[in-house]
């Protein structure tokens, strides 16, 4: 009888635990100053390559979308002003003018990083773009 209640908690204790690790998978895990290098890098991948290497500045907008840090990139030579909101959960990098995700070699290298730290699980990375943007006016495709 004793073994049977040990085993009954050994088996709780596991299902609970594999049940918060999925949880935690889907946190809010990237922190603030690190998805302004995600954004950079996003920014970087829109521009011709000879402005690449030209200042960028960043301007924090808020975390008015659930689960996403907004930003806002100012380029030093006076050309606009670019929108970019960031996936605190998968590291994923949305334009927020044209509702587009944005790709790059920097970028998915940080994306790697971030996900192989946290142990985001590919499934659930492509479960989330599914739902597209989060910006205002921007359908799912």
């Not at 390559?49 to 996403?68: A, N, Q, V, W």
């Not at 790059?104 to 659930?124: G, Y």
Request: net charge neutral.
């Amino acid at each position: 009888m004793r073994l049977l209640a040990v085993g009954l908690l050994l088996c709780g204790w596991v299902n609970s635990s594999a049940l918060a690790d999925t949880d935690k998978q889907l946190a809010d895990r990237l922190d603030r100053q690190e998805s302004g290098d995600f954004v950079l890098a996003a920014m970087r991948a829109e521009l011709e390559p000879s402005y690449r290497k030209r200042g960028l500045g960043l301007d924090y907008e808020g975390t008015e979308i659930p689960h996403f840090y907004s930003w806002a990139v100012v380029p030093s030579w006076g050309q606009g002003v670019d929108y970019f909101v960031v996936d605190r959960r998968t590291g994923d990098v949305w334009a927020d003018l044209g509702c587009r995700l944005i790709r790059s070699k920097e970028l998915t290298a940080l994306q790697k990083r971030f996900r192989r730290r946290f142990r985001v699980p590919t499934a659930e990375v492509q479960r989330i773009e599914t739902a597209g943007s989060p910006a205002i006016g921007c359908e799912p495709e």
